[in-house]
């Protein structure tokens, strides 16, 4: 039989999120196949994504006794089941890293046991794609070595900030939300391209390129206001658009679209830490 760690990484949670992650370490390089052990409830999506990746599977047990760090991407009423289930397996050293979204790390804790290195995460769906914008948070038993492997393995997906946990309802708010407001405004643009004369599928991919160059640039550049001066002329095509936006009240509504996201997740956090 296997002896412990004889992997650096496992999976538990082959879904869209956990999926995307895991690609992501492959694909730069972070993990060889070798190195992975990947478990999910559903057998056929697991069976599917160890075939994609060439991976190993394993049940959850010896999927912990055999992995270095444990990555937990199930759903947070999944949770109190499965870490009494490996609880008597997990070790001390072992760092757990959980994406579950509302599950505070003191709660983990509880289900876990004390004293374990464990990393909060807040991902977003664009790291199917490579470029999430993910927050984490950890516990004081986490190592520096530790945190460093985890930044290191967000970054292969995109954009990851370490934050106090007591920001990650914002952050849930703003980039956990955000790509369903920014599609929501891509939409916005591309019907405004159709309605002045651009067909439907030039209009989607002119405005999703703009999104993606905008973003580029303020990561590269500077702040949102210095792109939007650079663009506005006066009296041109830019500015009575955007004299029009202000009218109705756009800014003020995506402001407070971030902020109720933010509250409802902090709402789902208390209800998780109570259940």
Same mark, same amino acid.
């Given at each position: 039989m296997a002896t412990a760690t004889t992997? !650096? &990484?496992? &999976?538990i949670g082959a879904g869209n999120m956990g999926a995307a992650l895991l690609r992501g370490f492959l694909q730069h390089g972070l993990l060889r196949p070798q #190195? @992975?052990?990947?478990?999910? @409830? #559903? $057998?056929? !999506?697991?069976?599917a994504l160890a075939e994609e990746l060439d991976v190993k599977t394993a049940t959850a047990r010896s999927l912990v006794? !055999?992995? #270095? *760090? @444990?990555?937990?991407? @199930?759903?947070?009423?999944?949770? $109190? *089941?499965?870490? #009494? +289930?490996?609880? +008597?397996v997990l070790r001390p050293e072992q760092l757990v890293i959980s994406i579950a979204a509302g599950v505070s790390l003191t709660w983990l804790g509880k289900l876990i046991g004390p004293n374990t290195p464990l990393v909060r995460v807040m991902p977003n769906l664009l790291c199917t794609v490579g470029e999430s914008a993910s927050a984490f948070v950890a516990t004081p038993e986490t190592t520096k070595e530790q945190l460093q492997w985890v930044e290191a393995l967000l970054r292969a997906v995109g954009l990851a900030l370490p934050v106090e946990e007591k920001l990650l309802d914002a952050v849930t708010g703003l980039s956990g939300s955000g790509p369903a407001f920014a599609a929501l405004f891509c939409e916005a643009l591309a019907d405004g391209g159709v309605a002045a004369g651009l067909p439907r599928e030039m209009a989607v991919r002119l405005a999703a390129q703009t999104l993606v160059g905008t973003g580029q640039w303020i990561l590269s550049q500077g702040a949102p206001a210095q792109l939007k001066d650079a663009v506005t002329s006066p009296q041109g095509t830019t500015i009575a658009g955007l004299e029009v936006l202000e009218r109705e009240g756009v800014r003020g509504a995506v402001l407070q679209a971030v902020l109720a996201a933010a509250r409802r997740s902090a709402e789902l956090a208390r209800d998780s830490d109570q259940s």
């Open positions: 992997c !650096r &990484l496992g &999976l #190195e @992975v052990l990947i478990c999910d @409830v #559903e $057998p056929q !999506r697991q069976q006794q !055999r992995c #270095e *760090t @444990v990555l937990l991407a @199930v759903k947070p009423q999944s949770l $109190p *089941t499965l870490l #009494e +289930d490996l609880r +008597d």
